[in-house]
């Protein structure tokens, strides 16, 4: 079965930058997708990323497009997330989420069509 952990999150200023790590394993597919989730208190878990992992072009979600970039060391099977111009609403339990097909990244990256999760990451963004 797929697992995959995350590691990275902890505290930046507004501006700041930082960079969780996700690592996985148990891939039987070599075509896979992986993907960042975030949660706030009271607020519904959001797709922040994803990345097949023989995709170039990866999707992002309008609110961090252009601050945040996803990518990939397919040899470590790990999916890293820069996050760079971080906000104060970026403040958020981040997870790292995997599916052993490429299906899901091409779409919107929805909770239901994962169904590996680490057990998460956060990040606090002070203004």
């Known amino acids: 079965q797929v697992q995959v952990a995350e590691s990275g999150g902890g505290s930046e200023q507004a501006g700041g930058s930082m960079r969780l790590s996700c690592a996985a394993s148990?891939?039987?597919?070599?075509?896979?997708?992986m993907a960042w989730f975030r949660q706030a208190p009271g607020k519904e878990r959001e797709g922040v990323a994803s990345?097949?992992?023989?995709?170039?072009?990866?999707w992002y979600h309008g609110s961090v497009r252009g601050r945040f970039t996803i990518s990939q060391d397919n040899a470590k099977n790990t999916v890293y997330l820069q996050m760079n111009g971080l906000k104060a609403e970026d403040t958020a339990m981040y997870y790292c989420?995997?599916?052993?097909?490429?299906?899901?990244?091409?779409?919107?990256?929805?909770?239901?069509?994962?169904?590996?999760w680490g057990q998460g990451t956060q990040v606090t963004v002070s203004s």
């Open positions: 148990g891939f039987r597919n070599s075509d896979h997708c």
């Open positions: 990345l097949a992992s023989r995709a170039i072009t990866p």
């Open positions: 989420a995997a599916v052993d097909n490429w299906e899901p990244c091409a779409i919107v990256a929805r909770a239901d069509q994962f169904d590996a």
